[in-house]
């Protein structure tokens, strides 16, 4: 039997599909009451369908909420608790992607991208913290490589990547007296709609710089996860080539540079070369 940490009713952001979801699909037959949290209604309630039917009897339920709104997320979580139990762990997985060149991207590309990226997430744990009380608890908030280490064309993804890494530290600190464990999760890409929709459109330095960290199965990225947080660890990066290459980046910042700059150069700016 796979080990899951002893939750009792888990909250999902993002549920409705990519990684939020397979978290859900491994907890579910394990016991674990789940609540998927998504902006969309009918890819929500495909989710959840699928769940109850993957693990007849499974406890299930949806809540449709965009967690960029704080009021109506602080209402929503309150509700829920006083509806479905208390709440004691929080997976924030709801994210989007904005990748492309610095010069072509917008602030308003910027704005999106930290209005769900980080804004949600904190909307979420400050939502979730009001009904955990003096209960204890858990946090998971799901960053990225990207919020660790820079990546061609994720100057906005980037950005907000790494302010959930700030974040999620420095509340890990606030929290930890009161009982409540917060965990930072760091994956590398992996199979999910939002990877695949930006292998339609994304730069050719963007996929060349991504190619150094190979990609890993939805469903590994969520195993890693569960255990993860099971063995007690506040920090998590899946997949063993993934962690290499992070560390490689910390101790070895000058020839991981260097490798990645070379793989760039080879198709930098290549529509403008051979422009007239």
């Given at each position: 039997?796979?080990?899951?940490?002893?939750?009792?009713?888990?909250?999902?952001?993002?549920?409705?599909?990519?990684?939020?979801?397979?978290?859900?699909?491994?907890?579910?037959?394990?016991?674990?009451?789940?609540?998927?949290?998504?902006?969309?209604?009918?890819?929500?309630?495909g989710a959840a369908a699928g769940l109850r039917h993957?693990?007849?009897?499974?406890?299930?339920?949806?809540?449709?909420?965009?967690?960029?709104?704080?009021?109506?997320?602080r209402t929503a979580f309150e509700k829920l608790a006083?509806?479905?139990?208390?709440?004691?762990?929080?997976?924030?997985?709801?994210?989007?992607?904005?990748?492309?060149?610095?010069?072509?991207?917008?602030?308003?590309?910027?704005?999106?991208?930290?209005?769900?990226?980080?804004?949600?997430?904190?909307?979420?744990?400050?939502?979730?913290?009001?009904?955990?009380?003096?209960?204890?608890?858990?946090?998971?908030?799901?960053?990225?490589?990207?919020?660790?280490?820079?990546?061609?064309g994720y100057t906005a993804y980037g950005s907000s990547?790494?302010?959930?890494?700030?974040?999620?530290?420095?509340?890990?600190?606030?929290?930890?007296?009161?009982?409540?464990?917060?965990?930072?999760?760091?994956?590398?890409?992996?199979?999910?709609?939002?990877?695949?929709?930006?292998?339609?459109?994304?730069?050719?330095?963007?996929?060349?710089?991504?190619?150094?960290?190979?990609?890993?199965?939805?469903?590994?990225?969520?195993?890693?996860?569960?255990?993860?947080?099971?063995?007690?660890?506040?920090?998590?990066?899946?997949?063993?080539?993934?962690?290499?290459?992070?560390?490689?980046?910390?101790?070895?910042?000058?020839?991981?540079?260097?490798?990645?700059?070379?793989?760039?150069?080879?198709?930098?700016?290549?529509?403008?070369?051979?422009?007239?």
């Open positions: 039997m796979k080990r899951v940490p002893p939750w009792h009713h888990c909250v999902i952001t993002g549920g409705s599909s990519g990684l939020g979801l397979e978290i859900a699909r491994q907890l579910v037959p394990q016991g674990v009451a789940v609540t998927l949290v998504a902006r969309n209604e009918p890819r929500l309630a993957q693990t007849p009897g499974a406890n299930v339920r949806t809540l449709v909420l965009d967690v960029v709104d704080a009021a109506a997320t006083a509806k479905a139990g208390a709440i004691d762990t929080l997976i924030n997985s709801a994210g989007i992607l904005v990748e492309g060149h610095a010069e072509q991207l917008t602030i308003e590309d910027y704005r999106a991208v930290m209005d769900v990226n980080l804004f949600g997430t904190v909307n979420a744990c400050t939502a979730a913290l009001a009904t955990f009380g003096d209960s204890p608890g858990t946090i998971v908030n799901v960053s990225s490589v990207a919020g660790l280490i820079g990546v061609f990547k790494h302010a959930i890494v700030g974040y999620t530290r420095s509340l890990a600190y606030e929290l930890e007296p009161r009982g409540v464990r917060v965990v930072l999760v760091c994956p590398g890409e992996f199979d999910s709609p939002m990877v695949d929709a930006l292998d339609t459109r994304r730069t050719p330095e963007n996929r060349e710089h991504t190619l150094t960290i190979p990609k890993l199965s939805v469903e590994q990225v969520a195993a890693e996860t569960i255990s993860g947080i099971a063995a007690g660890r506040r920090m998590i990066i899946p997949g063993r080539r993934t962690r290499a290459a992070v560390l490689a980046n910390r101790l070895l910042p000058r020839l991981s540079d260097a490798v990645a700059r070379r793989r760039i150069a080879r198709v930098y700016m290549g529509s403008e070369r051979s422009a007239p």
